[in-house]
């Protein structure tokens, strides 16, 4: 497979093809493919560090791509480097590159998680908990991070409940209780304290009806 470098060509997919004697013999990333030029001669020992060397390099666009959209758990990036094909010990060198420049880290990844949802979209603290499992988070840092910033859950119940009773309004009350009641429910709150928020909703409501008068 070795030979001399005959020529160098972009590609549309932003690889490079590589020619040798003539004939179009493999493709690398443009990072690996400036490490070359036409003439340069190649053995079958440089070629295959060549293309291992691209591999990692693949893995690390792909992965940096992946990232781009929304911070990831370590187990979130190595299950969809496998899904585009990666082995084992590629998948493992790129999470290693990535820790070193701290873009994967549990840790920070579940302190986002918390902060965001607890912002736009809240849950109960055992909601967050099992999201957060399903991501591959170990366990110990999720409750040490649940630990360091406990979520409110009656003000998050009540907020929710609120924002959700305004969409719920014109119903009987059997039907409003229902709903909100299995609203709640699904984003972890236990029963106990969608009792409590229900009776919060339903003193504020008679109030205000006592108030308007």
Known sequence: MGGRITGLRALKS??????????????????????????????????????????LEQAHEIALRFLSYRPRSEREVADYLRRKGFDARTVEAELERLRRVGLVDDWAFARFWVENRTAFRPRSRRALQAELRRKGVPLAIIREVLQESPPDERALALRLARERAQRLRGLDPLTFRRRLAGYLARRGFDGELVMEILRTLEHEEDERLSAEG
Do not use: C, M, N, S
Not at 18 to 45: I, S
């Open 14 to 55: 932003g690889r490079v093809a590589v020619y040798l004697d003539g004939r179009r013999a493999f493709r690398l990333t443009a990072v690996e493919a400036a490490r070359l030029r036409p003439g340069q001669v190649l053995t079958d020992e440089e070629i295959r560090q060549l293309l291992d060397r691209d591999l």
